[in-house]
């Protein structure tokens, strides 16, 4: 297979789950300013979305979006208890999970990245954000992952979207849950090595 990465992006998320999963895979960067790969190749051609992060299966079909690639692979290898089985209430409560993280958070951090939102509504954004924030870490008061006892794919994609606090400059010391959350996951082996493959650790 073949993970198409921006660093730092909410692809990260997919490349930690790869590393989790044991899958071999090629992580190859797609730059998603110039649209174009390390050969000089046009990444519209490959994702017409232009968007990371992309799977390329091995038969050649490929698949968008963050929360769908995912479970995708988190199926492939049930063993590993990435994800609950298909069918289930928990896995229901998962995609509850993916969809909140992808639409309050992941989207919401968006203006804070973008140079040309105004400055006098970029205090508006941290606010909301935080509020989101807030409700994951009273959600984490009482358990060391979102789904329980088990690290999921939901822990991959939280990890990396929250962890872009550093980057804008959000204050989350406050969420004491959350930060420490933050924390335990980075020294997770795959976390580790997702981010040292992307260049954010040495």
């Keep these: 297979m073949k993970l198409y990465y921006s660093i730092g992006a909410c692809s990260m998320s997919p490349h930690i789950v790869l590393h989790e999963a044991g899958l071999p895979f090629?992580?190859?960067?797609?730059?998603?300013?110039?649209?174009?790969?390390?050969?000089?190749?046009?990444?519209?051609?490959?994702?017409?979305?232009?968007?990371?992060?992309?799977?390329?299966?091995?038969?050649?079909?490929?698949?968008?979006?963050?929360?769908?690639?995912?479970?995708?692979?988190?199926?492939?290898?049930?063993?590993?208890?990435?994800?609950?089985?298909?069918?289930?209430?928990?896995?229901?409560?998962?995609?509850?999970?993916?969809?909140?993280?992808?639409?309050?958070?992941?989207?919401?951090?968006?203006?804070?990245?973008?140079?040309?939102?105004?400055?006098?509504?970029?205090?508006?954004?941290?606010?909301?954000?935080?509020?989101?924030?807030?409700?994951?870490?009273?959600?984490?008061?009482?358990?060391?992952?979102l789904m329980g006892e088990h690290f999921t794919v939901a822990d991959a994609y939280l990890f990396t979207v929250a962890g872009w606090s550093k980057f804008v400059r959000l204050d989350i010391s406050a969420l004491t849950n959350l930060t420490a959350y933050l924390g335990r996951i980075a020294t997770r082996p795959a976390v580790q090595q997702a981010m040292k493959a992307e260049g954010l650790l040495k």
């Design 26 to 145: 090629e992580a190859v960067l797609a730059d998603t300013k110039t649209k174009k790969l390390a050969d000089g190749t046009d990444y519209y051609t490959i994702n017409p979305k232009g968007s990371v992060p992309l799977l390329e299966l091995d038969n050649g079909e490929r698949l968008s979006e963050g929360p769908a690639i995912v479970q995708y692979i988190a199926d492939l290898v049930p063993a590993k208890n990435l994800a609950p089985a298909a069918g289930t209430m928990a896995r229901y409560r998962l995609q509850e999970w993916l969809n909140y993280i992808t639409s309050e958070l992941h989207k919401g951090f968006s203006p804070l990245f973008n140079p040309a939102t105004p400055a006098d509504y970029k205090p508006l954004v941290s606010a909301r954000l935080i509020d989101r924030l807030t409700i994951v870490d009273k959600a984490l008061a009482d358990k060391p992952f």
